[in-house]
C-alpha cells in the first residue's frame, strides 16, 4: 500500500495517541489568584503569549513569567525566551512561542485582497462569487487578471449563461456562485498556497517541518542560549499551527495523526506543544512521545 492510500484509508476515528487530562481539569490544580496573575501579566503581550502562558501554567503547575520585552510585555530583557516557567521546587523551564504560517502566504493575502477589491470594482452584477486562484497565479498580473475576470464575470449574468458549477474564467482563476449578497461581493477562498505532500506520513512532515523552516530554527537556537542562561531544566516549543499556508497541511487536526510515521524531535527540546486552535491541544514529551489534552467541552 502506497502512503497515499494509507492516507485514503486511515480512519481519523481510530488510533489514537494517548488522552490526558483536558484543559478544564487542568485548571482546575491551579489556585484562582495565580491564574489572574496569570492573565495580567500577559494581557499585553504578544497574540500567541497569553493563550500559551496559561495553558502550560495549567499543565506543568509552573508559574509563567514574561520573558521577552520585544513581545511587549515590558518585565522582560530583549532577546530573552518568550516566557519562563517557575517551578515550585525553585528550577525553571524556558518556552518560546511561535506560529507555522509562512511569510508568503501573509504576503499572497495582501495581493489577493487587492485584487478582490479590483474585481469588484469592474463587476456590474448583484451575484456574489467565490474566486479560486490557481498556479501561476503569482508571476500573473493581478490587476490585468482582475480586469479580465470583471468582464467575463460580467457575460457570465447573461441570460442562459451563468453556471451551475465551478468554471474557469481565466488561466489562473476560476469562479463558482456562492449565492445573491447585499452588496454582491468577491471572495477569494484560497491563493494556492501550497499544502503538505498528502502522501507522506503526519509524523514525518511534521520532523521535516522543525528540522528546516528556517524560524523554527531561529527558536531552537534562542532555546538553547536560554536553557545556559537559566540554567533550565526543560525546554518547550509552542506553536499555534496555521490552517492555511505552506504549512496548512499540518494543522492537527485528529489524535490519529501522532501514531502516523515517525516522529525525530531537535535535540534541544523536552517538550513540544502543537495548539491548532481545533479543540485539542497535542503534546509531546521526550519521555513518554504524545499525548492529546481537550481545550474544549
Not at 140 to 163: H, I
Request: a negative charge.
Amino acid at each position: 500500500m502506497s502512503f497515499l492510500d494509507e492516507a485514503r484509508s486511515r480512519l481519523l476515528t481510530e488510533g489514537w495517541c494517548a488522552q490526558g487530562e483536558s484543559f478544564a481539569e487542568a485548571l482546575n490544580h491551579a489556585a484562582p489568584e495565580s491564574i489572574r496573575e496569570t492573565q495580567r501579566a500577559f494581557e499585553s503581550v504578544g497574540s500567541g503569549e497569553p493563550t500559551a502562558a496559561l495553558r502550560l501554567h495549567a499543565f506543568t503547575g509552573a508559574r509563567p513569567i514574561v520573558g521577552d520585552d520585544q513581545s511587549g510585555g515590558g518585565s522582560g530583557r530583549n532577546g530573552a525566551a518568550d516566557i519562563v516557567l517557575h517551578r515550585p521546587d525553585g528550577r525553571v523551564e524556558v518556552v518560546e512561542v511561535t506560529r507555522s504560517i509562512d511569510a508568503t502566504y501573509q504576503r499572497s493575502q495582501a495581493h489577493t485582497r487587492k485584487f478582490e477589491k479590483a474585481v469588484e470594482r469592474e463587476y456590474r452584477g448583484n451575484v456574489s462569487w467565490q474566486l479560486d486562484l490557481e498556479r501561476g497565479w503569482e508571476s500573473a498580473d493581478l490587476s490585468e487578471v482582475a480586469r479580465d475576470v470583471a468582464a467575463e464575470l460580467n457575460r457570465l449574468l447573461d441570460p442562459g449563461t451563468m453556471p451551475e458549477t465551478v468554471v474557469d474564467v481565466h488561466p489562473v482563476v476560476r469562479a463558482g456562485v456562492i449565492g445573491p449578497m447585499d452588496p454582491p461581493r468577491i471572495i477569494v477562498m484560497s491563493a494556492n498556497a501550497g499544502a503538505n505532500n498528502a502522501e507522506a506520513p503526519y509524523l514525518n512532515e511534521l520532523s521535516d517541518y522543525l528540522a528546516h523552516d528556517p524560524i523554527i530554527g531561529k527558536k531552537l537556537s534562542k532555546l538553547e542560549r536560554e536553557r545556559q542562561e537559566h540554567g533550565a531544566v526543560r525546554t518547550h516549543l509552542y506553536i499555534h499551527m496555521a490552517p492555511t499556508g505552506q504549512r496548512g497541511g499540518l494543522l492537527p487536526t485528529s489524535p490519529s495523526y501522532f501514531t502516523w510515521g515517525e516522529f525525530t524531535a531537535p535535540e534541544v527540546l523536552t517538550d513540544l506543544w502543537l495548539d491548532g486552535n481545533t479543540g485539542r491541544l497535542f503534546h509531546w514529551t521526550v519521555e513518554s512521545g504524545w499525548i492529546f489534552h481537550a481545550t474544549s467541552d
